[in-house]
DNA sequence: TTAGGGTTAG
C-alpha cells in the first residue's frame, strides 16, 4: 500500500510541475490539488457526493484516476464504487485501465470478491494495452486472493502486448501461485526466470523456500538455500526466518540451531523472533537450562526480550519440576517492564497446579478475574485436573459449572479433566454434552470412557465405543496427513478403510481432493474428482471394484 | 515485492 502511495506521490507531483507551466490542462492531464479541492476534498473522499459535482471539464480520465486511486488509498470502497459510476457516466469520457485497477484493489481490500469479478470481466471486454505498474497490482491482488485463473489472463495479457516482464512481475506471480499452493507451477515460472535475462533475486528465492515450506517440503527448500550459494546470492534474514520457522514446526530443533548459527557466522542481522525459536526449541526438548543459556545470550546481543519468550521459558522451568526458577523469571519479567498476559499466567496457573499448589494457583484465578486479564480454557482445565487429583471432586465440578456464568467457553480440555475425575455415568453425560455443545471428542475422551466402561464390566458398550473411535481416528489421520502435504500416506490410509470394508465419507474424499490441488496436483484432483476410486459398492453391498487411492499418485 | 511469538491431559 506504501508504495502504490509513493508511485501516486511521484505521479502527481511531476504532473502538477508540468501543469503550472501550462496554466490549462487537457483531457488526459491531471490539475493540481488546489484545484480540485474547492470541488472534491481529498483528504477525506467520504464528505463528498459524487453526484454534486460539475461534470466537465473536470472528468479528465487522469483527474478520475487520481480520486479512484485516493479512494483506495482511504480505503473507502463504496466511494470508488459510487465515482466510478458517476464518471461512466459523463459524456466523452471512459475509464483508463489503472481507474479499473483502482477500483478492483479498494473492493480487494473490503473483500467484496463478486464485484470484484464483475468489474474484471468488464475489464476484460475492454481491450485495454496492459501496463507494467497495472498487470503487477493486479497479479498481486489476484495472486494474494488466490484467484489464479484471473492473474493468468493478466499474465497472457501482458504478453499478448510485448510488455516485459519486470524482477517485479516474476516475483508477484511467484508469490501469487505460492499463495494459492499452485507450487509445480510456481516452480515452472522459476525455471523459466533462471532461463531468462531477469535473474531472480533474494525475493524470488525466499518466495520459492516458503512455498516449499507450506507444502511441507522442508527438504527441497533447504536444498534452494543451498542452491542460493552456488548462484552467489546472499541468504538474508527472510531466508532464514521462513526455513526456521518451517524446522520449528515440524520439531526438528536441531537444523532450527544450525541455521541460526549460520546467520550468526555470517553476521546477518538476527531478529528477535528467531532467538525465540531457539529459545522455545531447547525449551520444547525440555532442555531448559540450555535454553536459559540462549536466552542470557540474546541479551548479551543486545536483543530485548519479549513476553513470548519469557512465557516459553516459565514453561519449561515448570515442566522441569522447577517451580520456584520459574516464579523468578516471572517476576524478573515483570521488573524487567513487560506485562504478563493471559498465556504467561495460564503458564503459572497450569505449573502450580502440577505441583499440587492448588490454592496458590486458585489465587491467580482470582487475581486475573479481578484485574481484567482474559481467564481462558486453560485456567480452568488446568485447576479441574488439578482439584481432580487430589480429590476436591465438587470444587472441580462447581469451576466446570462457572465457566458458563463466566462467558468462557468450555473446550475438550475442561470436559476431559473432569470426566476423568468423575463417575462412569457422569462421563458418558459429559461425552453427550460435548456433542450437544459441538465440543470435539477426543482420542483422550474416548480412552477415558472405554477404560471406564470396561473397568464396570460394560464390554459390549465399550467396544461400541471403541469402533466409534477407530473411525474418527482414521478421519482425522487422513486430514492431519493432508494438512502436511503427506498425501500419498493419506492416500494409503484411505485405502486401508475401504480394505477394512468401510466406505471414505464425502467429506474426507473433498479432504483428499483439496490435499491434491494444494500440493499442486491440480490434474490429480480433477481426476479424483471425477472419479470412483475408493468407491467400491454396488447395492447389495458387493465390492464391485475396488481402484486404489494410490493409483492415483502412481500413475 | 518475500517472513513474523508463547500455554493445557494418561
Given at each position: ?28 492531464d491531471l490539475p493540481p490539488p488546489e484545484w480540485i479541492e474547492p470541488f472534491i476534498n481529498l483528504s477525506d473522499l467520504s464528505a463528498t457526493n459524487p453526484e454534486d459535482l460539475t461534470p466537465s471539464p473536470w472528468v479528465a480520465p487522469n483527474f478520475v484516476a487520481f480520486v479512484l486511486a485516493s479512494a483506495e488509498i482511504q480505503n473507502k470502497p463504496d466511494v470508488a464504487s459510487r465515482f466510478f459510476a458517476w464518471a461512466a457516466k459523463q459524456k466523452k469520457y471512459t475509464h483508463k485501465l489503472e481507474c479499473y485497477v483502482s477500483l478492483i484493489n479498494v473492493l480487494a481490500l473490503a473483500n467484496d470478491l463478486v464485484k470484484m469479478r464483475f468489474l474484471f470481466g ?281 465457566m458458563v456464568e463466566k462467558d468462557c467457553p468450555r473446550d475438550s480440555y475442561c470436559y476431559n479433566a473432569l470426566a476423568k475425575c468423575g463417575r462412569i455415568n457422569e462421563a458418558l453425560a459429559l461425552f453427550k454434552r460435548m456433542e450437544d455443545e459441538g465440543c470435539d471428542q477426543t482420542v483422550y475422551t474416548y480412552t477415558i470412557l472405554i ?105
Open positions: 500500500m506504501l508504495s502504490r502511495f509513493r508511485f501516486l506521490g511521484n505521479f502527481y507531483s511531476t504532473q502538477s510541475r508540468f501543469f503550472f507551466s501550462r496554466f490549462a490542462f487537457t483531457q488526459s468488464q475489464l476484460k471486454e475492454m481491450q485495454f494495452v496492459m501496463t507494467m505498474s497495472s498487470a503487477n497490482s493486479l497479479i498481486n491482488i489476484f495472486g494474494e486472493l488466490g484467484m489464479v485463473e484471473e492473474l493468468l489472463w493478466v499474465w497472457r495479457r501482458m504478453k499478448d502486448n510485448e510488455v516485459e516482464p519486470s524482477l517485479y512481475t516474476f516475483n508477484f506471480l511467484l508469490n501469487g501461485l505460492v499463495s494459492s499452493m499452485f507450487i509445480e507451477s510456481a516452480e515452472r515460472v522459476f525455471e523459466v526466470m533462471e532461463n531468462s535475462k531477469i535473474r531472480s533475486d533474494v525475493v524470488s528465492y525466499n518466495t520459492m523456500i516458503k512455498g516449499y515450506c507450506k507444502a511441507g517440503q522442508t527438504l527441497k527448500a533447504m536444498k534452494l538455500l543451498r542452491a542460493m550459494e552456488m548462484v552467489n546470492l546472499e541468504p538474508d534474514k527472510i531466508t532464514y526466518l521462513t526455513l526456521m520457522q518451517a524446522c520449528y514446526s515440524e520439531g526438528n530443533f536441531d537444523s532450527c540451531l544450525v541455521l541460526y548459527h549460520e546467520m550468526a557466522e555470517k553476521g546477518c542481522e538476527v531478529p528477535p523472533h528467531e532467538h525465540s525459536l531457539v529459545v522455545g526449541g531447547l525449551c520444547k526438548e525440555g532442555k531448559c537450562l540450555e535454553g536459559y543459556v540462549a536466552f542470557e545470550n540474546m541479551i548479551r546481543n543486545g536483543v530485548k526480550a519479549n513476553v513470548a519468550i519469557y512465557t516459553t521459558l516459565i514453561d519449561a522451568f515448570a515442566k522441569c519440576g522447577k517451580m520456584e526458577e520459574a516464579l523468578e523469571l516471572f517476576e524478573r519479567m515483570k521488573t524487567d517492564g513487560l506485562e504478563p498476559d493471559e498465556v504467561s499466567y495460564g503458564v503459572i496457573v497450569n505449573g502450580l497446579c502440577k505441583s499440587g499448589r492448588l490454592d496458590e494457583a486458585m489465587d491467580y484465578l482470582k487475581f486475573c478475574s479481578a484485574n481484567e486479564v482474559a481467564v481462558n480454557a486453560m485456567f480452568y482445565s488446568s485447576l479441574i485436573d488439578g482439584l481432580g487429583k487430589a480429590g476436591r471432586f465438587d470444587e472441580a465440578r462447581k469451576l466446570f459449572e462457572e477404560s471406564g466402561l470396561f473397568r464396570e464390566r460394560k464390554n459390549e458398550e465399550a467396544m461400541k465405543l471403541w469402533d466409534m473411535m477407530i473411525d474418527k481416528a482414521f478421519e482425522d489421520m487422513i486430514t492431519v496427513l493432508c494438512k502436511a502435504g503427506r498425501v500419498k500416506e493419506a492416500c494409503k490410509l484411505a485405502d486401508g478403510i475401504v480394505v477394512r470394508g468401510r466406505e471414505i465419507p464425502g467429506r474426507i474424499r473433498t479432504v483428499l481432493i483439496n490435499a491434491l490441488r494444494k500440493a499442486g496436483n491440480a490434474d490429480l484432483a480433477m481426476k479424483l474428482m471425477h472419479s470412483k476410486i475408493g468407491i467400491g459398492y454396488d447395492r447389495m453391498g458387493k465390492i464391485k471394484r475396488r481402484v486404489k487411492f494410490r493409483s492415483l499418485l502412481e500413475s
